[in-house]
């Protein structure tokens, strides 16, 4: 079983940027891929970005100019720092791991998830 906490959430204003951890706890994750999701009330859970053990990375259109994801293998740790923030980057971001060395958008196909932290972007 893996553990995932999130952290780094907050309020920011426009243009801002905030730094998103996740620690992995529990076995190895050797070859797991990591990604960020977000999610708004009453929508589905949306893809941000994903990284594979040897960090080959991908991310969604809205995002890839502004976002980074990065890895510490050695801490079981992902980041993302997000810059040039929008309101509508505002909702829950979470954290989640796959038992597979690929990276994917959809988030039925990843095993393990974290509680989630809070992202409010004021204009």
């Known amino acids: 079983q893996v553990q995932l906490v999130e952290s780094g959430g907050g309020l920011v204003q426009a243009g801002g940027s905030l730094r998103l951890s996740c620690a992995g706890s529990?076995?190895?994750?050797?070859?797991?891929?990591l990604a960020w999701f977000r999610q708004t009330p009453g929508k589905e859970r949306d893809f941000v970005a994903a990284?594979?053990?040897?960090?080959?990375?991908a991310y969604a259109d809205s995002v890839k100019a502004r976002f980074s994801i990065s890895r510490n293998n050695a801490k079981n740790a992902v980041f993302l720092v997000t810059n040039s923030l929008t309101p509508e980057d505002t909702a829950v971001y979470y954290c989640?791991?796959?038992?597979?060395?690929?990276?994917?958008?959809?988030?039925?196909?990843?095993?393990?998830w974290g509680q989630g932290t809070q992202v409010t972007v004021s204009s």
């Open positions: 990284i594979t053990w040897n960090s080959i990375t």
């Open positions: 989640a791991a796959r038992g597979s060395p690929t990276v994917s958008d959809l988030p039925d196909l990843y095993d393990w």
């Open positions: 529990g076995p190895a994750n050797s070859g797991y891929t």
